[in-house]
């Protein structure tokens, strides 16, 4: 379950016997489960906000991707002006595609082979992974349109808040080929490159 208010998905901590709701930028992996599933279902590496650890949960693809533009019915808001609750996919489905005519995506990354900003939808993300020092977060990514991997560099606002961009966009140039399943390569991956940077047209 996706909280389109405060862009958290819900999860379950398996230590606390607790919900906890984590952020984009607290995934760790994102792995499409295999076969020709429909709707594809994803597992999801994140760390818990609760225990600190890390657990895997099961997310339906719509979920990941469009929860945050197109809430559920679930998702009310108080129209101040009637005083009735209504409910937010109408509001959300008109700022998304005011957004999307403008050519804004609701998430962004630079495909280094191609030399160009691409839709990054959650389930194209692959790995993930904080800077020691917490400022940014290093993310591996699945361009649907060359499907090569690149590595970007990227704030959690960038990841957090759909259709904001970060103004500048830290990458590796040319495509990562690690293995993507771990993540401990592609720490190490991470730590030893040199990002090039990029300018988007992306303000804040
Ligand atoms: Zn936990
Ligand atoms: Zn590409």
């Known amino acids: 379950m996706f909280d389109p208010i405060r862009n958290r998905f819900r999860f379950r901590c398996p230590a606390t016997e607790r919900p906890v709701d984590a952020p984009l930028s607290s995934f760790r992996l994102v ?8 709707p594809a ?23 990941l991707d469009c929860g ?27 700022t998304a595609q005011r957004e999307l005519r403008r050519g804004n995506w609701p998430w962004t990354f630079y495909c ?23 400022s940014l977060v290093g993310v591996a990514v699945h361009c649907s349109t060359c499907a090569a991997v690149s590595i970007n560099l990227v704030s959690y606002r960038h990841l957090d808040q759909p259709f904001f961009h970060d ?21 190490d ?6 990002f090039d940077e990029e300018r988007t047209d992306f303000g804040a």
């Open 68 to 94: 945050a533009v197109r809430p559920g019915p679930e998702h009310v808001f108080v129209n101040l002006q009637t005083g009735r609750s209504e409910p937010l996919a109408d509001e959300f489905a008109d």
């Open 31 to 38: 792995e499409r489960l295999p076969g020709p599933g429909h």
């Open 112 to 134: 280094a082979p191609e030399h160009q900003v691409r839709p990054g939808y959650p389930s194209r993300l692959r790995l993930l992974s904080p800077t020691p020092d917490r």
């Open 189 to 194: 991956e991470l730590w030893s490159s040199r």
């Open 41 to 63: 279902v994803h597992r999801v590496v994140f760390a818990c906000p609760a225990c600190g650890d890390d657990h895997a949960s099961l997310v339906p693809e719509d979920e």
């Open 167 to 187: 103004p500048v966009v830290r990458y590796v140039d040319g495509s990562f080929d690690g293995p993507l399943a771990s993540l401990e390569r592609f720490r």
